[in-house]
């Protein structure tokens, strides 16, 4: 009877055994199944990282393509006004520049330099003034000290511009004569560029740049 229980138990132990491995191997099966359940949902995140990539790459293109329209806009207004600036002191200056030995080619300067009414006014008057610049034998020379563009509407096509420039005015006798002045002119953009539509003396105490 002490042999049969002996072997009872020990059957028992050897089955407990065996269940204990067993359950043992179970859970240790179910721990290594975790990382490849992982490895499948990778994909997934692997795409929301690209979407998000993608989202974040639109959205820096676009504010690329904003700030490069609004610079462009900038340089585009900079460059109008530079080139207002410089064909108004041109004018300026051409219309402050005669010499009697070369009268014509000063009066062909005067109306290339302006457009429409102050350019009709140089046509409809040119016959007298050069009669007068002819009997008086003037040479007169201007040059630029400075000049600021006072109001520019680039889709209009108008511009203002203030020159500070010094006139010497020769004579056949005496002294040159120098005179420093302030002008103010009105542009209008042409087919041929900016050119002068007006010219009048700027107010007392104005300044040019």
């Known amino acids: 009877m002490a042999r049969q229980r002996t072997a009872t138990a020990t059957t028992e132990r050897d089955e407990s055994t065996g269940d204990g491995g067993s359950a043992a191997t179970s859970e240790t099966s179910g721990r290594t199944e975790r990382p ?30 904003r700030y490069q329209a609004a610079n462009d806009d900038s340089a585009s207004f900079a460059q109008a006004r530079d080139d207002a600036l410089a064909a108004g002191e ?14 014509e080619q000063g009066l062909d300067s005067w109306e290339q330099s302006t457009t429409g009414d102050l350019h009709r006014q140089l046509v409809d008057g040119r016959d007298a003034f050069a009669r007068q610049i002819t009997e008086a034998k003037t040479v007169s020379t201007a ?36 005179k420093e002045s302030r002008l103010i002119g009105s542009l209008t953009r042409t087919a041929e560029g900016w050119k002068l539509s007006a010219l009048g003396q ?4 104005a300044t040019a740049g």
């Open 36 to 65: 490849g359940a992982a490895r499948a949902k990778n994909p997934l995140l692997l795409a929301a990282l690209v979407l998000a990539l993608c989202a974040a790459g639109a959205a820096g293109w676009g504010g690329w393509q």
């Open 90 to 103: 041109q004018a300026v200056q051409n219309m402050n520049t005669l010499d009697h030995k070369t009268l």
């Open 143 to 178: 040059k630029v000290l400075s000049g600021a563009v006072t109001e520019l509407d680039e889709r209009a096509g108008r511009a203002g511009v203030m020159v500070a420039l010094r006139v010497t005015v020769t004579a056949p006798e005496g002294e040159p004569a120098v």
């Open 202 to 205: 700027a107010p007392v105490g």
